[in-house]
């Protein structure tokens, strides 16, 4: 890329990087230490407010520049990431929102030690909440690095890796300095910034063909190089009942995965009601619907403004298609226009990163300090020091997310986010259902239902195409892969559900009536919540 671009993204970027620390420092200066201050913001929000928070958290890399990427290289079978998406939030609506809301304090292992004996469900549940947590900061990373190498000239893994490890450290200083209400704010202004440029370039794509979609379609279709098969269902997903089956196991994944994320469950906790919790709800569904229609606009404008070819050339995984798309409709490589919107999307795209970091790495701290630590500690311990756990282990999770980052700079982040969805469906979602609405669950049940869909969603990640066997895996020169499918959902969701039934059924422990009564009450009118 030119100077221009460099130059002018770079300063973007660091402005982006001075508001955000500044409004971390102002919160920082402003709070008073607790645990509820920490994990919830004090629980001040506005239905508005965590509805915006709530979109920038589940709005990320991946929605961004994962699925936009996958469109241009694969078409109509790109787009169901974007449905499947969306999709994803009537399930929470409609389910988990307000219960969970009504239910817990901080945390998932709230919503099911309600009823439970607490320290093996806490931990168990802590373990599914940080791995997944992990899984999705990858995929940020992963975008991160894409994003800054292309910015600085294309190819360069020791840009990309030092752009890693700075997202890590900031989303480390974001959250043991600002807590929960530092982070609301950072989602609230990134949700604002990526609404508007994703409008702005939804609009230029949408005038460059005269409003005439059909016109977008037919052109995107020709420089695809895959002709009509390109707006047709099997491109990426057929040809295979291997692949077809992984598009089953994507699809459900997509869609009840999205209820088991941490960070996505925490935001319930941050507005002072269940009603103002489901009103958030319906603000994220409106916004979230809204980029996710544009973000298909944007996938195809890229296939027919750049080509399939280029955008392959810049990023096998199609992570770069949205940058390149702004660079064309602002007048090409090397014009003013060009550099300019060029700059804007990739700080906007960065924004998105480092704010969606910020949110998971808060959620997946919060589960070491307030289920596996809380589980462990002296009852008599302080309160406040679960909070400096929690700033501790944001630093370690930190960490991890950024080794884990370095070794997977090549995949799609979209497809990075799909199995963080697949473990989150697997591991989370039965047992938070199983808590909320089987009178009989036990104990046993809960583990077993979370370690029965963790266990075997990670292994059959580990045996699948995505880590050995093909020339797109992490480690191509080997190969001990011996799951067909590169999502485990179609498997694991199911497993999850099963041990739990299974544990439940033969388990000595006999249900606790009344504590089930008293959670079915509490979920449902709100009675005794915090």
């Known amino acids: 890329m030119s100077g221009n671009h460099q130059t002018l993204a770079l300063l973007l970027f660091s402005a982006f990087i001075a508001v955000t620390l500044a409004i971390t420092t102002w919160v920082s200066r402003n709070r008073h230490g607790s645990a509820e201050e920490f994990y919830a913001g004090g629980r001040l929000f506005s239905p508005m407010e965590n509805g915006f928070a709530i979109a920038g958290d589940y709005m990320s890399a991946a929605s961004f520049l994962g699925i936009s990427g996958l469109i241009a290289l694969f078409g109509y079978d790109g787009m169901l990431y974007s449905v499947g998406f969306l999709v994803a939030w009537l399930v929470v609506l409609l389910l988990v929102a307000e219960l969970v809301r009504n239910c817990g304090r901080f945390t998932l292992a709230d919503v099911v030690a309600a009823r439970m004996s607490e320290r093996p469900v806490r931990i168990a549940a802590g373990t599914s909440s940080v791995t997944v947590s992990v899984l999705y900061l990858v995929a940020q990373m992963v975008g991160a690095g894409s994003l800054v190498a292309l910015l600085l000239g294309g190819t360069s893994n020791t840009a990309r890796s030092w752009t890693v490890i700075g997202v890590g450290a900031l989303m480390v200083i974001y959250v043991s300095l600002g807590g929960m209400r530092a982070t609301t704010w950072i989602q609230i202004v990134k949700a604002v910034l990526l609404i508007v440029g994703a409008t702005v370039l939804t609009v230029l794509v949408l005038v460059r063909f005269h409003g005439n979609v059909n016109a977008l379609l037919t052109?995107?279709?020709?420089?695809?190089?895959?002709?009509?098969?390109?707006?047709?269902?099997?491109?990426?997903?057929?040809?295979?009942?291997?692949?077809?089956?992984?598009?089953?196991?994507?699809?459900?994944?997509?869609v009840l995965g999205t209820a088991g994320l941490p960070h996505i469950l925490s935001r319930f906790y941050t507005v002072p009601t269940a009603r103002a919790a489901r009103r958030s709800v319906v603000w994220s569904i409106g916004l979230i619907g809204s980029f996710y229609l544009m973000t298909i606009v944007l996938g195809f404008g890229a296939a027919a403004l750049v080509g399939s070819a280029d955008v392959r050339a810049s990023s096998p995984a199609g992570n770069t298609a949205v940058p390149l798309l702004a660079l064309v409709l602002g007048g090409g490589e090397g014009s003013t226009g060009g550099a300019i919107l060029f700059a804007v999307v990739a700080a906007v795209a960065f924004a998105t990163i480092l704010a969606v970091v910020a949110g998971i790495t808060l959620a997946s701290s919060a589960s070491v300090a307030h289920d596996l630590y809380a589980s462990l500690r002296r009852p008599d311990s302080k309160q406040h020091s679960e909070v400096t756990v929690a700033r501790v282990a944001a630093a370690g999770i930190g960490v991890a997310a950024i080794g884990l980052g370095l070794v997977a700079q090549d995949l799609n982040v979209a497809f990075l986010v799909g199995l963080a969805f697949a473990v989150a469906a697997s591991a989370n979602l039965p047992v938070l259902l199983y808590s909320l609405f089987w009178r009989n669950f036990t104990t046993r049940g809960a583990v077993w239902s979370v370690y029965g869909g963790l266990i075997p969603a990670v292994l059959l990640v580990l045996l699948s195409p995505v880590v050995s066997g093909s020339p797109t895996s992490l480690f191509p020169g080997v190969d001990f892969q011996f799951f067909p499918l590169e999502n485990p959902g179609l498997v694991s969701v199911p497993l999850g559900f099963l041990a739990g039934w299974i544990g439940t059924v033969t388990s000595p422990e006999p249900p606790d009536d009344a504590k089930h009564a008293e959670t079915e009450v509490r979920a449902l009118t709100g009675a005794g919540a915090v």
Do not use: N, V
Request: hydrophobic share 40%.
């Open 219 to 254: 052109s995107a279709a020709e420089r695809s190089g895959h002709g009509l098969k390109f707006l047709s269902p099997g491109l990426k997903y057929g040809g295979s009942w291997t692949a077809r089956f992984d598009f089953i196991s994507l699809g459900l994944a997509l």
